[in-house]
């Protein structure tokens, strides 16, 4: 059977469901190629290591790290994207662009994920950035640490700034159309964050970020336009949770049962 190849990408809430249909698609075993970008860049390590079993240890990872817990979980002001647009209009005023520091992250990644290179990972993935300043796609290559490729692939605002690596600023490709820019040899996108629907903004700082989101989702639109997309029918502010996991699995078996004789 010849590999599947996944797109996925998501900034933050899409950590569940992408995680979902993978899973899926690994339980039926089922080969797959994974082009990441943004927080889908977790993925590899944990499917290099953990194979059907990577989801629950991401997750304990994840819980276990002071700055990505506040990502995620716990700090209040990331629990609505609006949330996140007034505390960055806060934090411009004060000369400040970012919640976090990338070298607290980058201790918390190397005391994990240590010198690995992403070659030692396997061959069934890519992940995918952005150069802000050329204006360009940059893949990560075996060579290079994934550490590097995990920085990279949480920079973006108001989290944490760009990543400033070998004289580039690198942000998730995700920041500019939730999904990895390069899927023309794709089959599936795997997206949450695809099929948000924001409420009307009420100040200058929801209009920015409504504004942002908008260019987001309709780059998504017209680039995934002839590809099959795997996002939930209908989603909510609580998709970091079981539910969202769960619901991904059956959607994937859909299509492997519409596309593929397992």
Same mark, same amino acid.
């Given at each position: ?10 900034i ?58 506040r ?7 990331y629990?609505?994207?609006y ?64 550490? &590097?490729? $995990? ?8 989290? %944490?700034?760009?990543?400033e *690596? =070998?004289?580039? @600023?690198? !942000? ?55 590809? &099959?997309? $795997? ?8 998709? %970091?949770?079981?539910?969202? *996991? =769960?619901?991904? @699995?059956? !959607? ?11």
């Open positions: 059977m010849n590999r599947i190849k996944i797109a996925a990408g998501d933050k809430y899409g950590i569940y469901w992408n995680s979902g249909i993978i899973s899926q698609f690994l339980h039926q075993n089922v080969p797959v190629f994974l082009r990441v970008t943004g927080v889908s860049a977790l993925l590899p390590f944990f499917i290099s290591k953990y194979r059907k079993n990577f989801f629950g240890k991401m997750i304990e990872f994840i819980q276990n790290s002071k700055v990505l817990n990502y995620f979980f716990k700090d209040k002001i629990e609505k994207l949330n996140q647009a007034i505390a960055l209009w806060k934090l411009n005023k004060r000369k400040q662009f970012e919640f976090e520091s990338h070298k607290e992250l980058e201790k918390e990644l190397k005391s994990y994920f240590g010198n690995t290179k992403i070659g030692e990972l396997g061959d069934f993935f890519q992940i995918e950035s952005y150069n802000i300043e050329k204006k360009e796609i940059y893949n990560f290559n075996l060579d290079e640490l994934y550490v &590097d490729a $995990l920085l990279a692939s949480f920079s973006t605002p108001p989290f %944490l700034k760009y990543y *690596y =070998n004289k580039q @600023k690198l !942000i998730p490709s995700s920041e500019i159309s939730l999904c990895p820019l390069n899927i023309s040899d794709i089959d599936i996108i795997t997206s949450l964050e695809c099929s948000m629907v924001l409420p009307n903004p009420k100040n200058g700082a929801e209009i920015l970020l409504y504004s942002f989101f908008l260019r987001k989702k309709k780059l998504f639109d017209i680039i995934t336009k002839e590809k &099959d997309i $795997l996002t939930p029918l209908k989603i909510s502010f609580h998709s %970091l949770s079981g539910a969202a *996991y =769960n619901n991904a @699995k059956k !959607i994937a078996q859909t299509w492997i049962n519409k596309n593929l004789e397992v």
